[in-house]
């Protein structure tokens, strides 16, 4: 069904309502465990890498729950170092910002403790005057903004090439296994949890639907 699917919507390969498949459901998939990172791991991977820039961005995802284009999308404007807090919020495009969306799609704040927001401001003293972005460097937003105007550049496109495969480096050098920046985000979610109300974890982690913060997060 998935395959037909692709044939009809983005490239027309077939008509809207030929998909021969479309009343048969998917089969159920079982849930696979919730990977949590206990602290002892965090701090073999801040351990494992020299580079400040990652060293933000695991704190931020293992600190402050947040997810990986919300860190990678973050301002310089979206981050209050007064009152230790961040702006999750929609970017409309401009000259020399990128529009984005949350996934959720609201706007959002969340705390960040003291060592994360002294990365961050050593982070920005790092970064040039003016530059809009805590985490895409000049260069790079250059080379995404000129494929902007020449239509080359597509939501989909990644902002920072290669993330994955280099926190993997990261993971294994710290003799970690299995890890990923979301396993991150959702550890930080179940550590919310053996704290706060639910309603109060929903509401920081961003989820639109309570069902999904007791359902994936809270192991």
Known sequence: RRVFNLAIEPRGYLQEGQNP?????ERK???RPVRY???EQYKAMMDATQKLWWKGLISLAYGSG???GEILNLTWADIDFETQSIKIVPKKQSECILEWEPKDHEMRVVPVSDKTIQMLADLQLQSDAGH???FISPRRLQRILCRRRSGQWLPT???INNVARDFEVITKRASIDECTIHDLRRSAITNWAQKLP?????QLAGHSDISTTRKNYLA
């Open 29 to 31: 998939k079982s849930q």
């Open 198 to 202: 639910i309603q109060v974890v929903q």
């Open 37 to 39: 990172v206990p602290v």
């Open 21 to 25: 498949f479309s009343g048969i459901s």
């Open 157 to 159: 496109s990644e902002i």
């Open 66 to 68: 947040l997810r990986r």
């Open 132 to 134: 809009p972005y805590a």
